[in-house]
C-alpha cells in the first residue's frame, strides 16, 4: 500500500475579469490531495512457464482531489452569480426568437406551442441551463478510482 499526502499547489487570485491579480502572485493554494494505491502481486509457476497475476488499485478510497480551481473565486466550480451573469450576457447578446426551423429550437422550451422560443420566459432557462454547462469545471479534480486486473508471463 502506498499512502500519498501532498500539499496543494500555489495559485494567484484575480478579480472576475481575470486581468487584475487580487493579493500577491500565488498567495494562494489549492487544498492538499491525498491518494491511498494498494498492489496485490501472486507469482505462479505452472511447468517451465513462470508468471503472476495482479490487481492493481489507484486511489482505492475514491477520493475526489481538487487540483484546479477557478482563480476568481478559489473553488472549482462557478458560483450561482457567475452563472446568473455568463447567462444574462448571452441572452442580453442574443435576445431574438428561435423559429422551430433552427436547430437551436427546443419543442420543451416553447412553453406557449407557437412554434416560436421567444421571451425572456422562454428564452433565458435555455441560456442558463447553457451557462451551467460551459462553466461546469472539466478538469478541476483528479483521477477517480482505478483499478486494473493483470496477468504477466515472464520467458
Known sequence: MIFRL?????????DSTGEVLVGTP??????STQT????????LRHGG??????????NLL??????AVRRDIGE??????TVQR?????????????????????????LDGNGF??????????????AKDYLQPVFAYGTPRLARLGFEFLF
Open 117 to 130: 422560443v421567444e421571451g425572456r420566459s422562454e428564452l433565458f432557462p435555455m441560456y442558463l441551463a447553457a
Open 76 to 81: 472549482p466550480a462557478a458560483d450561482s452569480a
Open 6 to 14: 501532498a500539499s496543494g499547489l500555489p495559485y494567484s487570485r484575480t
Open 86 to 110: 455568463n447567462a444574462e450576457q448571452a441572452y442580453q447578446a442574443h435576445p431574438e426568437a428561435i423559429p422551430y426551423e433552427s436547430a437551436r429550437y427546443r419543442d420543451s422550451a416553447d
Open 62 to 67: 475514491n477520493r475526489q482531489n481538487v487540483v
Open 49 to 58: 512457464t513462470m508468471g503472476g497475476v495482479y490487481l492493481d488499485v489507484r
Open 26 to 31: 500565488n498567495g494562494s493554494r489549492l487544498p
Open 36 to 43: 491511498l494505491d494498494l498492489l496485490i502481486r501472486r507469482s
